[in-house]
């Protein structure tokens, strides 16, 4: 059984920084993809990064290439989010998953955490 919980969201002005992680329970961590998604209220829920098990290879969005950055560290089991120059329009539930291999598709992961809010003020 899988289990992923985030933490490290919270509230913060826009242009200031947040770090999220995701710990991961389970013996599949090191060998499956992570992504990042968010949701706003009365939005569907968006893809925002995904990592291969190897962190070779990472995708982002668009609208956070650049400021957002996913890794892990796959001896702690446990995937991050660095967000960087954030905006209010990040404002958002922040939810990471495990999938099979890196994917955009929401569908594709099958194990998700209970998410963390981030705020950001203008």
Same mark, same amino acid.
């Given at each position: #059984?899988?289990?992923?919980?985030?933490?490290?969201?919270?509230?913060? #002005?826009?242009?200031?920084?947040?770090?999220?992680?995701? $710990? +991961?329970?389970?013996? &599949?961590?090191?060998?499956? *993809?992570?992504?990042?998604?968010?949701? +706003?209220?009365?939005?569907?829920?968006?893809? %925002? +990064?995904?990592?291969?098990? &190897?962190?070779?290879?990472?995708? /982002?969005? !668009?609208? %956070?290439?650049?400021?957002?950055?996913?890794?892990? !560290?796959? $001896?702690?089991?446990? %995937?991050?989010? #660095?967000?960087?120059?954030?905006?209010?329009? !990040?404002? *958002?539930? /922040?939810?990471?998953?495990? *999938? +099979?291999?890196?994917?955009?598709?929401?569908?594709?992961?099958? /194990?998700?955490?209970?998410?963390?809010?981030?705020?950001?003020?203008?």
């Amino acid at each position: #059984q899988v289990q992923l919980v985030e933490s490290g969201g919270g509230l913060v #002005q826009a242009g200031g920084s947040l770090r999220l992680s995701c $710990a +991961a329970s389970g013996r &599949t961590f090191s060998s499956s *993809a992570m992504g990042w998604f968010r949701q +706003a209220p009365g939005k569907e829920r968006e893809f %925002v +990064a995904t990592i291969s098990w &190897t962190g070779g290879s990472t995708y /982002y969005a !668009d609208s %956070v290439q650049g400021r957002f950055t996913i890794s892990r !560290d796959n $001896a702690k089991n446990t %995937v991050y989010l #660095q967000m960087n120059t954030l905006k209010p329009e !990040d404002t *958002a539930v /922040y939810y990471c998953a495990q *999938a +099979a291999m890196v994917t955009r598709t929401p569908s594709d992961y099958h /194990y998700w955490g209970q998410g963390t809010q981030v705020t950001v003020s203008s």
